[in-house]
């Protein structure tokens, strides 16, 4: 408000612009290059699903850099990069192939550059692909020499068999085969996330040592036909 009679009041607009400082790049030193968060790459992920993360390249040596191109010695993964600031900083994007297979895979990424001093950077991958649907235990082995032959108690003779998917929810069992004919097999519990089937007998087995195959599918493709081995020993 003022004493003005013609202009008792008005409004006074103030703008204010912070600058914060520039945050501190985190990473490892790598020729010209703060490359975070490490000077490599590490990923898992379950069969048919591709590993993907980012590496940020920080130019530090006071002049413009640019990346030129990058390339790996493989096919296992495939990258590319975005400028985030020219000249100084870059985002470089990996990504693993969704048909490796199950086992620990490794490459070299190239970062090729227009510096003189640094050319190249070579970065190590790594790619752990486990198996969609994790089973446990991977095996099953029955002991019924103990059992006196009555009737009735081999029916409560069973175990039980974890199908746990990697990743996500929604595993259904769509089949369930064993080639010894005295063990089934049948859905106990499930959950979405886990189903749990209890293994057990449908008729006596006779005396002496059997081997078999227990095979599972379910709808996760990626996970092919599960096979559990199976060993009974009968008196």
């Known amino acids: 408000m003022t004493n003005d009679p013609g202009l008792s009041r008005f409004t006074l ?9 520039d945050a501190a790049v985190t990473g490892t030193k790598a020729g010209s290059f703060i490359i975070g968060p490490t000077t ?5 992920a379950p069969k048919g699903t591709p590993a993907t993360g980012v590496l940020t390249l920080t130019n530090i040596s006071g002049k413009p850099v640019k990346i030129t191109g990058l390339s ?3 096919r296992a993964v495939s990258s590319s990069f975005n400028m985030l600031e020219e000249g100084k900083r870059y985002a470089v994007n990996l990504a693993s192939s969704s048909e ?3 086992g620990t895979h490794r490459d070299t990424l190239i970062i090729r550059t227009d510096d003189k001093e640094t050319p190249e950077l070579k970065v190590p ?5 486990i198996p969609a649907v994790m089973v446990n235990p991977a095996s099953l082995d029955f002991d019924l020499t103990s059992l006196k032959g009555e009737d009735g108690e081999l029916a409560g003779f069973s ?7 990697a990743r996500g929810t929604g595993i259904e069992v769509t089949s369930i085969k064993c080639d010894l004919p005295f063990v089934q097999a049948k859905i106990n519990s499930k959950d979405g996330h886990s189903i749990v089937l209890r293994v057990g007998f449908n008729a006596s087995p006779s005396a002496g040592s059997h081997s078999g195959t227990l095979r599972v599918v379910t709808n996760i493709d990626s996970a092919g036909t599960i096979e559990v081995p199976i060993k009974v020993v009968a008196r």
């Not at 991958?125 to 692909?129: C, G, K, P």
């Open 72 to 74: 790996t010695a493989g």
């Open 159 to 165: 175990k039980f068999l974890w199908l746990r998917l």
């Open 125 to 129: 991958i790594e790619v752990t692909i």
């Open 40 to 44: 490599s790459w590490s990923a898992r």
């Open 100 to 102: 490796l297979p199950v």
């Open 13 to 21: 607009i103030l703008n204010m612009v912070v600058k914060a400082p």
